[in-house]
């Protein structure tokens, strides 16, 4: 009888997939080439996890570089608007200067002058009248038969209406003629040297026959007029130039009066009289039966001023645009894939400080803001410029954002032209100084706050119950008393000030008897100090605060040069971040007051945020990105560790599926052998 066969175990087959051994199929019945997959792929998931942060900071750093792109765009517009100062004045476009023009007569004043003013140009009306212009000298030649036959015969022979092969000199200098040259080759050695002679060379065709050699200097004036010298090697007939040339214009110089003074110049374009003005004289006013006068106004440019308010609008609202994208969230208030930013303190720390700066309110704040009634712009919505959100644009992809500026262009140039000054005090750094020997070189943010201690005793008789010891923490040489008054209710006192204190008020809940800590903003962000220079001792110290003598002075740096010093203020001292120049070698006590619009304030924080600021230190940004990437080269190195882990780990899954295979082929041979038995038994039966 045949006997029931036994169960076999079969093997599975070895492969090579992509470097890889495999193991498929098998006696087993496992599929160990997915096995093995699904194990390593496990193994694997943390390296997955790290690429995913790898390919999230590569986003994240696309969008920190597009921010900082965003944000020195933003910078550069406040740049024009913070007034540099010093140094940086080219930049300041309340500097910007505009030229009016008119005619006493009603003529176009254009067609006699020209005029173009520069920043920092003095703001002022001249009359001008312009009686001769500057002519540049030229000279004719007598006439030649070709332009390119012999014009020069051998030195020594003089016949008429030839050259003499040797040298002459053009204003000094030398040139050298060759027998047989063309009229072509003698204006071609002329202008060789037009670079040092300022004269250069043409030919004029009168006719196939008549041909002359024109000379004119390349400059106008008198002192440009053209010498033409013949000493060595009579290259001219009998040694005289005018053989060969006659003058055809005489050089003239320019000549005009401004404000009836007259002035001459050589030329027609004249930077010299007024600084940062130049004047281009075109005609001259007297050719006509009446002379007029030209009118010329300089004035400020509330053109320019306002395209620049315009520009540093948009690049806020460029910036304010991708704050909203980087947290924009969906229906379900969860940031969107593109808000890459959501998590990044560094993005709110940026928008959170420009806001403050921007919404703050200049000369309306406690001590000196007494407010004069007046309309002087405080604030950006004082120039119409408000604060607004804007609601999105799905069709174009553009989120939702808060804080948006909008700008009432007709109040903005309003406020322009009606205060100026008050506009330019909200954007920009001014400073005063009564010593013209000391010259701000640069500085930093200052606090728009001051600090105040007042001691208060009522026991004390009237006019000595309140006043202040202390300055910013500097005591006062001398106490400075303020007014004590009781009348309101509400308070034990309501304390102020006057003189050099006028507008401080302090409301007192004290019981009468204290001394009290009090830091404000101060109008106008100013500053007002007394600085005593030692040229000769190279020292340089703060002597008081607001016209109030300091017990101890506050030393400042003072680094020498030849031609005075540089005084420095350190960071953390009452005056703030600041380097003045120091001209001069002498002792004097020079007030010094400053004020900081927000313009200059949010230009020196994004300086220290993006790249290229002020000493090209790298910004908080790029410490953000390099932060970032470093993470990236982190990560990196961990999956480069994981994956030789895994490839290992593979290799002992082969190692042990291949003896769990060996040991199924050993148990499938003793199989058949028993099975051959048991086969062999029954058919012995």
């Known amino acids: ?106 003529s176009t004043s254009s067609i006699y002058l020209g005029v173009v003013a520069k920043n920092g140009a003095a703001i002022k009306n001249y009359d001008i009248e312009i009686t001769n212009l500057a002519v540049a000298e030229s000279r004719k030649s007598i006439s030649f038969t070709s332009r390119t036959a012999s014009a020069v015969n051998a030195n020594g022979d003089e016949t008429a209406g030839f050259f003499s092969a040797g040298t002459f000199q053009i204003n000094g200098s030398d040139i050298t003629l060759s027998q047989g040259e063309s009229l072509n080759s003698v204006a071609a050695k002329i202008n060789a040297k037009s670079g040092t002679t300022n004269v250069e060379a043409s030919i004029l065709k009168v006719s196939d026959t008549d041909f002359r050699l024109i000379i004119s200097s390349t400059k106008t004036g008198t002192d440009n007029a053209i010498v033409i010298t013949d000493a060595i090697d009579s290259v001219f007939v009998a040694g005289n130039p005018a053989n060969i040339f006659a003058t055809v214009t005489a050089a003239e110089n320019a000549m005009f009066t401004l404000d009836g003074e007259p002035i001459t110049r050589q030329t027609n374009t004249i930077s010299d009289v007024v600084d940062n003005v130049t004047f281009s004289l075109f005609q001259e006013t007297d050719e006509l039966v009446t002379t007029p006068t030209i009118k010329v106004e300089i004035g400020k440019d509330a053109q320019k001023v306002s395209e620049a308010i315009v520009a540093f609008i948009d690049a806020y609202n460029d910036f304010r645009l ?51 009634g007046t309309t002087a712009p405080k604030n950006l919505t004082n120039l119409g410029i408000t604060f607004n959100d804007f609601q999105g644009d799905e069709e174009n992809g553009i989120a939702t954002a808060t804080s948006i500026l909008e700008l009432d262009a007709a109040i903005l140039a309003d406020k322009i032209e009606s205060n100026f000054d008050a506009v330019k005090k909200l954007f920009a750094f001014s400073l005063t100084s009564t010593s013209s020997n000391l010259n701000l070189f640069s500085r930093g943010n200052i606090s728009s706050n001051e600090a105040y201690t007042i001691v208060v005793d009522d026991t004390q008789a009237p006019g000595f119950k309140a006043y202040v010891s202390h300055i910013d923490g500097n005591a006062l040489a001398t106490p400075f008393y303020l007014n004590y008054d009781t009348s309101n209710p509400n308070v034990t006192a309501t304390i102020t000030g006057s003189g050099a204190l006028n507008g401080f008020e302090f409301f007192y809940r004290g019981d009468g008897t204290s001394t009290e800590s009090f830091s404000t903003q101060i109008a106008e962000g100013r500053k007002d100090y007394t600085i005593a220079v030692d040229g000769t001792a190279d020292t340089a110290r703060v002597t008081h605060i607001r016209g109030l003598a300091l017990t101890t002075a506050i030393d400042l740096t003072y680094t020498a040069s030849s031609t005075g010093g540089a005084i420095t203020s350190a960071a953390t001292s009452t005056l703030g971040e600041l380097t003045f120049l120091h001209f001069g070698s002498g002792t004097e006590a020079i007030d010094v007051s400053y004020s900081q619009g927000f313009a200059d304030k949010v230009y020196n924080y994004l300086d220290g945020v993006v790249e290229g600021g002020a000493g090209a230190v790298q910004g908080l940004v790029q410490d953000e990105i390099d932060n970032l990437t470093e993470s990236n080269d982190n990560f990196q190195t961990t999956i480069e560790r994981i994956d030789a882990q895994v490839v290992t780990y593979r290799e002992q899954l082969l190692i042990k599926f291949a003896a769990l295979e060996a040991a199924i082929a050993a148990s499938n041979s003793v199989l058949d052998l028993l099975e051959a038995q048991t086969n062999a038994r029954n058919n012995s039966n």
């Open 1 to 106: 009888m045949q006997g029931q066969g036994m169960p076999s175990i079969s093997f599975g087959s070895l492969n090579t997939v992509e470097g890889k051994t495999t193991l498929s199929g098998g006696q087993s019945g496992i599929d160990t080439a997915t096995l093995v997959e699904a194990l390593t792929g496990a193994k694997r998931l943390p390296a997955v996890a790290l690429e995913t942060n790898i390919t999230t900071n590569k986003s994240k750093i696309s969008e920190l570089n597009t921010l900082e792109s965003k944000l020195k765009t933003l910078r550069d517009s406040l740049n024009k608007l913070r007034a540099p100062g010093g140094f940086g004045a080219t930049t300041d476009v309340f500097a910007s200067r505009l030229a009016f023009m008119t005619s006493s007569d009603g």
């Open 322 to 372: 991708f704050f909203g994208k980087q947290n924009e969230r969906d229906d379900d208030n969860r940031f969107v894939d593109t808000a890459l930013l959501n998590d990044s303190s560094l993005l709110d720390s940026i928008s959170a400080s420009i806001l403050s700066n921007l919404t703050s309110v200049v000369g309306v704040s406690n001590p000196f803001a007494v407010d004069d």
